[in-house]
């Protein structure tokens, strides 16, 4: 379903400040996957997301989605099918509207000059139920009001209103607090698994990044270093994927060093 | 007696002209409050409202020969907004497609617009209406005999400013103006939502210059002629009586500041008012705005911070001993 192909992106190009944040990786996710994200910070995980997302248009290469070309088609276009939670929860929502006015907004029903129903009003209740955080008791506050971890749970619930066809989540609980981070997973792996959506999800936390999902990869210096999927990755633990990432980023540095000599 | 005539016949002034500027306020809400940009051709786009709306009223507009005369002064009012549209459009398009800056945006087109407005008036430097029929001199025929017939300015504009703020109210509770308020508040969140900004940002745009160039018209038609000057400071003037507004109406449904919007101007035309009446000079209006525009936002700014202040000293006494 998604397709990059030999995708490379440099910030601020000329420059002093010069940094190829993707250099020439080139992925592919089938329909229905769920696959984790790891890798040092820097790494390129977040710039990733924004290329696939169209936050960011890449250098060169190609970007397809079920088989269209979107490497050029704009970030409004693209979110049509693709949802995102950004690793700021403050990204993702308006804090100056209401929860409802914000859950509207992403739901994108009705025409231009139609107005909150009583019946999205209802879905809007039903869903933030779910979180079992309260919101649904809170609809006209204000989303500036909430917590980090409040609006990230509601930009959860934002994204996938309409459930989209592939749904990045950039490290969308490492604001919230153990509890609310575990309560937060669960809803979204319950919502990935009833939408049978394609997720691509980014974590630190490495022992989470092999329990969730079918599928991990590890980027490092802007590429794909390690891809695990199956049964070799049903019996991968926390300190094999260690000790891996220490070899193969070892050895990346070995080739920078040698051709640099 | 005469105390009390000259007291009502100064309200009524102030209300016909609050009332004007009211409806520039209620621009500005839109774009500088909603979308969070500050629109610098408001004064430009208020003279344009003016000019467009004076020669149509004249009938001296192109495609206005043979229009019945009975007709010209609402036809002004309609191209007036059109106007206003087409010059917020400009505005639009020089930030969202020209990378141009949204301030240096707007300055440019003000620019552009004293030679627009001249060419429009075919070089002359005043419109004068005063020979021809506007809405004012419609409704003051219409109210003859009766005792509503020296407040039928107040009533139309009551009127016009009514429909506008209720038009606001509704609009922005539809999913478009819904849209603007978030491109004002999150522009990323505005995209993921599969919403183009540069729609939202032209729609607002286009919409907030339509009530400014309408409030052009309508002085321009109150005050029977419009030159090229008479907009010059009136963006200063609208933003002093938005944020004296808003400081009435902070914390409230949007329905409330919408209206606060128009008490804002209304208790900046009566502040003026009284100073007249104390002697200042009719000249020192700018002046007056600039300094309750400067005042407005910093006494919310040194308010915060020495509040500030003061809470890390406290703490820092308590600490101490
Ligand atoms: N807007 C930007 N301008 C310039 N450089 C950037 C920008 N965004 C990211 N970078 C650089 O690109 C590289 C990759 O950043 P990215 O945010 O993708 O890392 P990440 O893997 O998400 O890291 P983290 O785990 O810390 O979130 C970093 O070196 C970063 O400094
Ligand atoms: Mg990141």
Redesign the pocket.
């Known amino acids: 379903m998604l397709d990059i192909r030999n995708v490379s992106l440099t910030?601020?190009p000329g420059t002093m400040?010069e940094?190829k944040?993707i250099r020439n990786l080139s992925f592919h996710a089938d329909k229905g996957e769920f696959i984790t994200v790891i890798?040092?910070?820097?790494?390129?995980?977040?710039?990733?997301f924004?290329v696939i997302s169209g936050g960011n248009r890449v250098d060169c290469g190609q970007i397809l989605l079920d088989g269209n070309d979107i490497t050029n088609v704009p970030e409004h276009i693209r979110s049509r099918r693709i949802g995102r939670l950004f690793?700021d929860p403050m990204k993702g929502s308006a804090p100056g509207m209401t929860i409802e006015e914000n859950l509207f907004l992403a739901a994108g029903h009705g025409g231009w000059f139609a107005g909150v129903s009583k019946s999205d009003r209802e879905r809007f209740r039903e869903r933030l139920s779910a979180l079992g955080m309260g919101l649904e008791d809170r609809m006209n506050h204000k989303v500036g009001l909430l917590s980090g971890g409040q609006r990230q749970a509601l930009t959860l619930i934002m994204a996938t209103l309409n459930p989209p066809d592939l749904l990045l989540l950039?490290?969308h609980t490492a604001a919230l607090d153990p509890g609310t981070a575990e309560k937060v997973l669960k809803v979204t792996s319950d919502i990935v698994r009833e939408n049978k959506l394609t997720c691509m999800m980014?974590t630190?936390n490495m022992q989470s990044a092999l329990d969730l999902g079918t599928r991990t990869v590890m980027?490092d210096h802007?590429n794909i270093i390690l891809d695990y999927s199956g049964d070799e990755r049903a019996h991968l633990t926390v300190n094999d994927l260690m000790k891996s990432f220490r070899e193969k980023s070892g050895a990346a540095l070995n080739n920078d060093r040698m051709l640099l000599s | 007696m005469e105390f009390l005539e000259t007291l009502l016949s100064l309200g009524q002034s102030t209300l016909e002209q609050g009332l004007i500027t009211s409806l520039t306020v209620l621009a500005l809400f839109l774009s500088y409050s909603m979308l969070n940009v500050c629109d610098l051709s408001t004064d430009g786009c208020y003279a344009l409202g003016a000019i467009v709306g004076g020669m149509v009223a004249k009938g001296e507009f192109p495609l206005m020969s043979g229009v019945s005369p009975a007709l010209l002064p609402f036809l002004s009012l309609l191209f007036a907004m059109l106007f206003g549209a087409m010059s917020g459009f400009l505005v639009s398009l020089l930030q969202t497609r020209m990378g141009i800056n949204s301030l240096l945006a707007g300055i440019v087109v003000n620019t552009g617009l004293y030679s627009v407005n001249m060419a429009i008036m075919k070089g002359s430097p005043l419109v004068s209406i005063a020979r021809n029929d506007t809405v004012f001199t419609l409704t003051k025929k219409l109210f003859k005999g009766t005792p509503l017939y020296d407040w039928s300015a107040v009533i139309v504009l009551a009127l016009i400013v009514a429909l506008v703020c209720v038009f606001l109210f509704f609009f922005l509770r539809t999913r478009l103006g819904l849209a603007i308020r978030a491109t004002g508040d999150n522009d990323a969140m505005v995209k993921a939502s599969s919403i183009n900004p540069i729609m939202t940002t032209t729609v607002a745009l286009c919409i907030s210059n339509s009530f400014t160039a309408l409030a052009g018209c309508l002085m321009a038609q109150f005050s029977k002629s419009a030159d090229v000057n008479v907009g010059s400071g009136v963006v200063t003037i609208a933003l002093a009586s938005l944020l004296i507004g808003h400081t009435f109406f902070k914390k409230t449904g949007m329905g409330l500041r919408i209206f606060g919007m128009v008490v804002g101007a209304l208790v900046f035309r009566t502040v003026y008012t009284v100073a007249l009446r104390f002697n200042m000079p009719a000249y020192m209006l700018k002046a007056v705005s600039s300094l309750i525009v400067i005042l407005a936002v910093f006494v919310p700014y040194i308010t915060a911070k020495t509040a500030k202040r003061r809470h890390f000293s406290e703490e820092r006494r308590s600490k101490n001993a």
């Open positions: 910030f601020d400040d940094k944040a890798g040092a910070n820097g790494a390129g995980k977040s710039t990733l924004s690793q950039d490290e980014i630190h980027m802007g």
